[in-house]
């Protein structure tokens, strides 16, 4: 064991995972408030918003990277299950027959697949928007500009998603909260500290690898792939 972990604990997360969640969670709130908020903190163009975007996009293509080389725990290979099991997961946790898992149960993967999904999304239409003052747009805003249709529903696309996101959202903290009262499993607390009491977990009894040197390489890698593909399709960045 080591540093604050007791005997009777094992290793839930790996670091970089835990970050992500909790940069994912700071960075759509703070696009929330650059936008809602854009006249008071003095920034009309939407600056802020647009790098929050930018660093949205990086953090999800970079999760997306570490589903497959990161944690086991974090691999999607670990948690993504079919429908059916995760339907059937539900059954026995409201028959009071709980099946404890130390990453993500099969149910609140498919909730992690949905966030995932929903904000990059939110995230990509933000690249092609035209915002309501007619005069900001995201760097790729221009590829649609001659199809007002089209970029009439990316802005009322856009407009409308943050409110996707904060349903599921309250979703899922409410599931979280409601699971770690009535299951005394502390999903919450171990995105923090990254560890978990010792139990009979169905998927794995704890979690290896998470090397934060190759997290760098896949942030590195992700910091590429949005801002390279941006410009290559004749974005421009500021």
């Not at 969670?25 to 650059?34: E, L, M, T």
């Not at 999800?60 to 059937?88: D, K, N, Y």
């Not at 005069?135 to 407009?159: M, N, S, W, Y």
């Not at 890698?221 to 410009?231: S, Y």
């Amino acid at each position: 064991m080591h540093g604050s972990q007791t005997p009777h604990s094992v290793r839930a997360w790996d670091l970089p995972t835990r970050l992500f969640h909790w940069a994912l969670v700071f960075c759509i709130v703070s696009a929330w408030v650059s936008f809602e908020y854009a006249g008071q903190l003095g920034d009309p163009t939407l600056r802020w918003h647009r790098w929050n975007g930018y660093a949205i996009l990086v953090l999800l293509v970079f999760r997306i990277l570490w589903g497959f080389v990161g944690g086991s725990t974090s691999r999607f290979a670990a948690f993504i299950r079919w429908p059916w099991v995760a339907l059937g997961y539900l059954k026995d946790t409201l028959a009071g027959r709980h099946r404890a898992y130390l990453g993500h149960n099969p149910a609140g993967s498919w909730m992690i697949v949905a966030l995932i999904v929903v904000v990059m999304g939110q995230a990509i239409l933000g690249l092609f928007t035209l915002e309501h003052n007619e005069v900001t747009a995201g760097p790729l805003q221009r590829l649609i500009l001659d199809d007002e249709a089209t970029t009439k529903l990316v802005q009322t696309l856009h407009g409308r998603g943050f409110y996707i996101i904060l349903g599921l959202a309250a979703l899922h903290v409410l599931a979280n909260l409601l699971y770690q009262h009535l299951a005394k499993d502390k999903l919450i607390t171990a995105m923090v500290t990254g560890h978990k009491p010792s139990a009979a977990y169905e998927d794995q009894p704890e979690a290896t690898g998470g090397s934060p040197v190759l997290a760098l390489v896949c942030l590195m890698a992700a910091t590429a792939i949005v801002f390279g593909g941006i410009t290559l399709m004749g974005g421009r960045i500021l």
